[in-house]
């Protein structure tokens, strides 16, 4: 009896162990969505691989789809640390750039990345990057910092530009011709240079306040962009500037430009502005909640991809505000500060 019960208990065992590694079809499980309208992003730009969207706790996303879905970028090593900007060049390197002065770099639009800087103590963050046409890359950031890389952004040893005070320094950008180039910062700070970077010169303070961003039209004309609804153009290349007209007092963090060459802001409260004057003046064309944009990302039908503190937004200019886009004036509207 005994005999027949063990017999039985290992067929039965047996069976369990063939059904237990026997090939069979899995149930699909539904994937996994990121949160990217609930994320902090501090950048959005298309590359090669297509959407790229990067910010907090070191994330670097990537859209096939026009930001339909993202999945997230292949890193070799994630430290964490909040991603300010990515920079991506025509020969097909990109940057990214966070906080303990972290350096990721890619070959490949964005889809993977290797990190090539980082300090474990006394790290500042680094807020922009741009390659110069010598093929030398600039990364500036916090209490004037400036890194310079001769091998296509594998390697960074500190730079100095002369006169150049501790203050933070936001930005960094070029005209399309690589001649001209800004960088702009805290306390009025802006440094031009004709050389394609070779060498830079300190323009007098025309403004107290912090500049976020800077971007050269088609015109030639240099706009300056920043803190409490200061925006600043110049027509001279960057020697001097004049305050533009702006009808929300509120900071702005990030531009497009369109195809019909209208220049957009975006930033705090949701805001969107738009100039159809060469940067002379700002119309409100969108402010809708609380987020601060702090990146404007234009696709082909029109609609705008923002980034914000409070994750991705899109919006579809109405008809009425896309008049300020396409070269006719707004109907005015009183905005308070935000």
């Given at each position: 009896?005994?005999?027949?019960?063990?017999?039985?208990?290992?067929?039965?065992?047996?069976?369990?162990?063939?059904?237990?590694?026997?090939?069979?079809?899995?149930?699909?499980?539904?994937?996994?969505?990121?949160?990217?309208?609930?994320?902090?992003?501090?950048?959005?730009?298309?590359?090669?691989?297509?959407?790229?969207?990067?910010?907090?706790?070191?994330?670097?996303?990537?859209?096939?789809?026009?930001?339909?879905?993202?999945?997230?970028?292949?890193?070799?090593q994630s430290?964490?640390?909040?991603?300010?900007?990515?920079?991506?060049?025509?020969?097909?390197?990109g940057l990214?750039?966070?906080?303990?002065?972290?350096?990721?770099?890619?070959?490949?639009?964005?889809?993977?990345?290797?990190?090539?800087?980082?300090?474990?103590?006394?790290?500042?963050?680094?807020?922009?990057?741009?390659?110069?046409?010598?093929?030398?890359?600039?990364?500036?950031?916090?209490?004037?910092?400036?890194?310079?890389?001769?091998?296509?952004?594998?390697?960074?040893?500190?730079?100095?530009?002369?006169?150049?005070?501790?203050?933070?320094?936001?930005?960094?950008?070029?005209?399309?011709?690589?001649?001209?180039?800004?960088?702009?910062?805290?306390?009025?700070?802006?440094?031009?240079?004709?050389?394609?970077?070779?060498?830079?010169?300190?323009?007098?303070?025309?403004?107290?306040?912090?500049?976020?961003?800077?971007?050269?039209?088609?015109?030639?004309?240099?706009?300056?962009?920043?803190?409490?609804?200061?925006?600043?153009?110049?027509?001279?290349?960057?020697?001097?500037?004049?305050?533009?007209?702006?009808?929300?007092?509120?900071?702005?963090?990030?531009?497009?430009?369109?195809?019909?060459?209208?220049?957009?802001?975006?930033?705090?409260?949701?805001?969107?502005?738009?100039?159809?004057?060469?940067?002379?003046?700002?119309?409100?064309?969108?402010?809708?909640?609380?987020?601060?944009?702090?990146?404007?990302?234009?696709?082909?039908?029109?609609?705008?991809?923002?980034?914000?503190?409070?994750?991705?937004?899109?919006?579809?200019?109405?008809?009425?505000?896309?008049?300020?886009?396409?070269?006719?004036?707004?109907p005015h509207?009183?905005?308070?500060?935000?």
């Open positions: 009896m005994r005999t027949r019960v063990g017999v039985a208990v290992t067929a039965i065992v047996a069976a369990a162990g063939l059904y237990a590694f026997s090939p069979r079809s899995m149930p699909q499980f539904e994937q996994t969505r990121i949160p990217v309208d609930k994320m902090q992003l501090n950048s959005i730009a298309r590359t090669s691989a297509g959407l790229v969207a990067a910010g907090e706790l070191g994330q670097i996303l990537v859209s096939r789809d026009d930001g339909a879905s993202w999945q997230a970028a292949r890193q070799a430290r964490q640390a909040p991603i300010t900007r990515t920079a991506f060049a025509g020969n097909g390197t990214a750039l966070g906080h303990e002065g972290w350096i990721l770099r890619s070959t490949d639009g964005g889809l993977s990345w290797e990190e090539t800087a980082f300090e474990q103590s006394n790290g500042e963050p680094l807020m922009s990057a741009a390659r110069l046409p010598s093929g030398d890359w600039l990364a500036v950031g916090a209490f004037g910092r400036v890194l310079r890389s001769v091998d296509d952004g594998k390697s960074w040893q500190p730079h100095a530009i002369p006169g150049l005070s501790d203050w933070h320094l936001n930005s960094i950008s070029g005209s399309a011709d690589g001649k001209q180039w800004l960088i702009t910062g805290e306390a009025g700070t802006v440094l031009r240079s004709e050389d394609g970077g070779a060498s830079w010169a300190v323009v007098p303070p025309f403004y107290k306040g912090s500049i976020y961003g800077a971007v050269q039209l088609a015109s030639g004309t240099w706009v300056a962009y920043g803190m409490r609804g200061n925006v600043h153009f110049s027509q001279d290349g960057g020697r001097s500037w004049q305050a533009a007209s702006v009808q929300a007092p509120v900071s702005t963090y990030g531009h497009a430009v369109t195809d019909g060459g209208r220049l957009l802001l975006a930033g705090q409260g949701g805001i969107v502005l738009a100039s159809q004057d060469d940067g002379r003046s700002f119309q409100v064309i969108r402010k809708e909640g609380r987020a601060s944009l702090t990146g404007i990302h234009r696709q082909a039908d029109g609609s705008l991809l923002l980034t914000s503190d409070s994750g991705l937004q899109r919006y579809k200019p109405t008809t009425r505000s896309a008049d300020a886009t396409q070269g006719r004036s707004a509207t009183t905005t308070g500060a935000s």
